[in-house]
């Protein structure tokens, strides 16, 4: 008897046992299930600072970083107070307020700035006549003990790490290709980065220029694209790199051959737009990249296609938003709080509800330490759905904010104080909002200028 293709298909599965007979029937296949949101971790400029026990940091020139918790637990100071940076007791505070609210996160991404600020600057104020060699070593076990302090606090979770302007031998904004630093960085963070082989190419990439691909650990196969932007920073200089060389151009050469529009997740520490800060400060549009790097990005983002996935940022230590044209849309672009309180800004940091398959956040919740309390304990400040009334963190609910905060003077006080991370020390100036709010849609000068003039500042 002839077996029509679809009764063949239909007894596939019973591998011919009844032979093509018109009674038997293939058993109903269940549909796919869409893979479950998940709860990722996002954290950014930590700027740990070594030094903050100054009697300490001998012990910690001679030791390996696998001894430096030993170390630095002799401290007795307190919890870095505002306008500091990250010491021993913040560290240790945030990683055990992150492991009670989120114990098992399948991501966690770090938006880089791991060394305080001026570290450079104070090794050698501690250590004075020490050779670069035992900077550059001391640097490197800083990183190792960073990593080590990570993975025992999430020894499955896959990271995504990023480098920031602080973080290098050479000095800030002097991120440096091809170079040692950036080598033992990756041999360091390997085992988290490439957690399940995830990130096979790790070293290889990230030691070229501190950028690189990796997958994400559930759903369909999901390209994250890590960038290095301080290669596009308006202050950068490649002051210990080759001479002659463009690292910023080599980058974006390299972006060309990886993106693409399978809404890949992406992540970098500065972003794209203007210094909202820096312009208030100056009084006309400073912006964060050297314009024809953010032009070539817009330009490269539109013609790949790269719809609304999620965009994971640093550097700003406020929590903020940026939405980006691309080629079938808007780029939403979430910037995360710091944990160091060096600002005036409370520490935070996000737990980010995921879709694996899109990337995109639909919702976001921050916990944050309230420093000028009596007794600062981390609390849940808020939920982003919640508070705006919105779905998702996404680029068509970031423009509903943004119109709501033109118009609605207390959405705009709501949104300022999340800024700050509820800290009531250093928030903008209500009457200066328009600085801020210009900036999340006009990411170069001359349309951030023009709106900015639309309303009288």
């Known amino acids: 008897m002839r077996c029509t293709a679809a009764a063949f298909i239909g007894l596939l599965s019973a591998l011919f046992a009844a032979g093509c007979g018109a009674s038997s029937v293939a058993a109903p296949v269940a549909p796919t299930a869409p893979p479950a949101a998940q709860t990722w971790l996002f954290t950014s400029d930590w700027h740990f600072n070594p030094y903050d026990d100054p009697a300490l940091v001998k012990d910690l020139v001679r030791a390996p970083a696998t001894r430096w918790r030993t170390i630095l637990e002799r401290s007795h100071k307190p919890i870095s107070p505002y306008f500091q940076d990250t010491n021993i007791a913040l560290l240790e505070s945030a990683l055990g307020a992150m492991r009670a609210v989120v114990p098992n996160p399948p991501v966690v991404l770090i938006g880089g700035d791991s060394l305080a600020h001026k570290f450079r600057e104070t090794f050698f104020a501690l250590q004075p006549g020490a050779p670069e060699a035992a900077f550059d070593a001391f640097v490197d076990k800083t990183f190792a003990f960073l990593a080590l302090e990570f993975d025992r606090t999430y020894p499955r979770a896959q990271f995504l790490i990023t480098l920031g302007n602080n973080d290098g031998y050479c000095g800030n904004y002097k991120s440096t290709p091809k170079s040692p630093f950036l080598a033992h960085l990756a041999a360091a963070w390997n085992p988290l980065v490439d957690r399940n082989g995830m990130a096979p190419g790790f070293v290889r990439e990230f030691s070229t220029g501190g950028y690189y691909t990796a997958s994400l650990p559930s759903g369909p196969a999901m390209p994250a694209i890590v960038l290095n932007s301080v290669f596009w920073s308006s202050l ?173 003077a207390s959405v705009r006080k709501q949104f300022f104080y999340y800024y700050n991370s509820a800290s009531t020390t250093a928030t903008p100036a209500p009457e200066k909002w328009p600085w801020y709010w210009c900036g999340h849609v006009h990411l170069t000068p001359p349309p951030y200028a023009t709106c900015l003039s639309r309303h009288g500042m």
Not at 350 to 378: E, F, H, K, M, R
């Open 236 to 408: 950068y200089e490649n002051a210990c790199g080759e001479r002659g060389s463009d690292p910023g151009a080599a980058e974006l050469d390299w972006l060309t051959t990886h993106l693409s529009a399978k809404h890949p997740l992406l992540l970098t520490h500065i972003p794209l737009g203007i210094d909202e800060y820096a312009s208030l400060n100056a009084n006309h549009a400073v912006p964060l990249y050297k314009v024809a790097y953010t032009q070539r990005l817009l330009a490269l983002l539109a013609r790949k296609g790269v719809g609304p996935s999620a965009f994971v940022i640093g550097h700003i230590h406020h929590a903020t938003f940026e939405v980006a044209p691309t080629g079938i849309g808007e780029l939403g672009a979430m910037i995360i709080p710091s944990i160091t309180p060096s600002q005036g800004n409370n520490p935070g940091f996000v737990l980010a509800v995921v879709n694996p398959s899109s990337p995109v956040i639909g919702d976001a919740t921050t916990y944050v330490l309230p420093l000028g309390s009596q007794s600062p304990a981390w609390t849940k400040l808020y939920s982003f759905d919640q508070a705006y009334g919105l779905t998702a963190f996404d680029a068509a609910n970031l423009l509903r904010l943004q119109a709501r905060m033109a118009k609605n």
